[in-house]
């Protein structure tokens, strides 16, 4: 069993500054690629940045300039910088690992529950 949690959400002033954190824990042999989602009520999930084991990272057009994925391996972490935050970034964010389970299977997507981002104009 592997489990993802994420944290650091709430309610931010536009222009204002969050960090989400996301930690994953349980039966780890493997931690992959790492995203960040975000859906709002009515639509669909959305990609919001993703990196790599070694720290290669992608991030959305929207999001570009103001938010940074990072993540500590040693410790099964990973983050989202998210500053000059605007009401349109609003959502429930999502964390997302391929996890391995052991050394003989392939690594499975899991997600986090969510947590929401509430930006005020």
């Known amino acids: 069993q592997v489990q993802l949690v994420e944290s650091g959400g709430g309610l931010v002033q536009s222009g204002g500054s969050l960090r989400l954190s996301c930690v994953a824990s349980?039966?780890?042999?493997?931690?992959?690629?790492m995203a960040w989602y975000r859906q709002g009520p009515g639509t669909t999930r959305e990609l919001v940045a993703e990196i790599t084991r070694p720290g290669a990272t992608r991030y959305a057009d929207s999001v570009k300039g103001r938010f940074t994925i990072s993540r500590d391996n040693a410790k099964n972490m990973l983050y989202l910088q998210m500053n000059d935050l605007r009401p349109e970034d609003t959502d429930v964010y999502f964390c997302?690992?391929?996890?391995?389970?052991?050394?003989?299977?392939?690594?499975?997507?899991?997600w986090g529950q969510g947590i929401q981002v509430t930006v005020s104009s």
């Open positions: 997302r690992a391929e996890i391995a389970t052991s050394s003989g299977t392939g690594a499975h997507d899991t």
């Open positions: 349980g039966n780890i042999w493997g931690l992959y690629d």
